[in-house]
């Protein structure tokens, strides 16, 4: 497989320093003087291009999903698929393309903190044997607006106010809400928005979506609807908000950290990609259109067929060059795969291209090597900022015959838009069939369990209590009725409002209630690979139980799992039953949002650990954000220090509060590790929370 990235790639190492010009430099370190103490020449060249070149090095950032990070990796085909599609990723089982992955916030600038609640981007590019592929989605299978051309509108309400630009990277301000509040076709998505998947734990635990129907088209020329479906092998994991926002000041990079260092160790990131493959028929037969973006097709409806799998193993060896130079577009398709009259994919199409246009600097961003194809580009387009293809010959028009007709359409071969038969009016308006906007937010709400939709309630009150005009909460919650009273009345209560009145439907029959869908539950998903990269804080002292420390850590190696160990203070540690241990981290570095878990050994409860305050409080928060938690011997006493339920009957029917009498009790340390693996024991939550 070629090498993407490296195409372009520089490499230093025992090279002398150059101008951009090759001109060997003899002192990067000194301006051109006259005098050492004297003003500086304007013929110091050398000084002028490095200064020009620097004042130069930003390029606008993105307008939307300015912050995010990628990966290289492949995308390997299960089977093939050439009876639906003749795109070249699904001709045959075992097939390899090359990808580019980039995982992004939405509304934060590009230096703004990963786990703001917001929507993720999650876009793909296939280098494929017949041009790039590009599949630029969410982790959330539906959208806020159903035509692109309220887009601006939307995001403007979002991003920061314009006033005097605040907030940052969040959605919990007035204009947000007053634009929502007026789009009830916005209330399934906000649903989802409000909803844990807003705050992933990882990018390597949330699933992606194309959102949109797509078609796909065979060689025979024949086309079904889909829906692509990224399913992550880790799971689909969260956050709790109270830890997402702490981790905004612990960690800003949270989020590109983790991804940067599970590939680093080698626990490459996975998802399988599905399809739900549907025939126009089978289209006309839904309580909803599938053209219309703030729908999804349940999977116990349409079941996702598994079609392959993308594993990234390869960290950019630049940011700027490929994750910040990166151009995805949703018109990036290949022959086989084409769209459908979604009105919002049909304004994408335009979009992307015309907005990295500016971005990037001109037309010939293609060619950067992150955006360049794999196969081979032959056209008459020429000339332009930047170009850096050297095209030979006189010829650069079609038809030609003085380049003997070169290059010439690949007929049956190349791209064909499906030939879909339209007999309609020009018209500016929107169907009937779209104009139903509560059935799927209460699919969604119904489908959640118990503490799932604890956090919705609880997003939406935090949310809404940060708007000022009570006329716009008072909307949300209007359109909250529509979709569960429950719900409404929660919210309601929380901002000492009345409910209202349920939105108006107009015209409309009352919404038809759906089953619920399980598959729509982030807990529905465990995945496949357990503790494998939790990172688990073992706290430790002087004093502590070395030798149980250092078995503890084993177990979780062989789990996969990542044991660090925190102290008060670095340096080595005398222990009981060992040597010294070195801790990695301090408590102050590292507090416990950075941890799914943690220990505490047996001698914690003495010396250093007992009188520190940020020991008590990484216990508590553990707790509050319902981590895994294990003690043994006498390191149950520092979670009673901390005033956790450690000897009560909560305690013991709380699954991921776990004491141990000693370090080689494997029975508690397994358990421990199931409930890693398991993520969170949301049974200890209470609203308001205990600690
Ligand atoms: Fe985007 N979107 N979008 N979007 N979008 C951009 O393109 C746009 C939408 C998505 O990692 C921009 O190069 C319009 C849905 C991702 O580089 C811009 C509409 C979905 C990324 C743009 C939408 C997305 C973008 C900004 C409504 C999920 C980041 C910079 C019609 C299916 C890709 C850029 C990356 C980026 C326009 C709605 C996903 C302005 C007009 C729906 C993942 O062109």
Redo the contacts with the bound molecule.
Sequence with gaps: MSDQSRKGAVDSTDQPLTTNQGVPLADNQNSLKIGLRGPTVLEDFILREKITHFDHERIPE?????R?A?AHGWFECYADLADLTRAAPFQGAGKVTPVFA???N?AGERGSADTARDVR???VKFYTDEGNWDL???NMPV?F?Q??MK??D??HAVKPEPHHAMPQASSAHDTFWDFVSLTPESTHMLLWQMSDRAIPRSYRMMQG????TFRLVNAAGASVFCKFHWNPLAGTHALVWDEASKLMSADPDFHRRDLWEAIEAGAYPQWELGVQVFTEEQASQFPFDVLD?TKLIPEEWLPVRVVGRMTLNRNPDNFFAETEQ?????ANVVPGIDFSNDP??Q??V???L???LS?LGGPNFHELPINAPQSPVHNNQRDGMHRQAVDRGRVSYEPNSLGGGCPFQAGARGFQSYPEHVNEDKVRGKPASFAEHYAQARLFYESQTPPEQAHIAQAFRFELSKVKTLAVRARVVAHLVRVAPDLAATVAEGLGMEVPAAAPLGDLAPPPPYAPSPALSLLARPGTTGAATRRVAILVGEGVDGAGVRAVCAALLRARAVPLLVAARLGPCAVAGADSIEPDLTLESAPSVLFDAVIVPDGAQRGTLAGAGQALEFLRQQFRHCKPMYAWGGGAALLAAASLPVDSGSARSDPALLVAAHANDDATLNAFLVALAGHRAYQRETDPPRV
Excluded at 209 to 212: N, T
């Design positions: 993105r307008v939307v999903h300015a995010g990628g980039r995982f992004s939405v981007g999650f876009a630029v989605g969410n959208f607006i035509d692109a887009f601006p939307l995001v979506f194309g959102v949109h973006p990166v151009a995805f577009c949703p919002l994919l304004g994408r335009h979009s992307y015309d907005t990295q971005r």
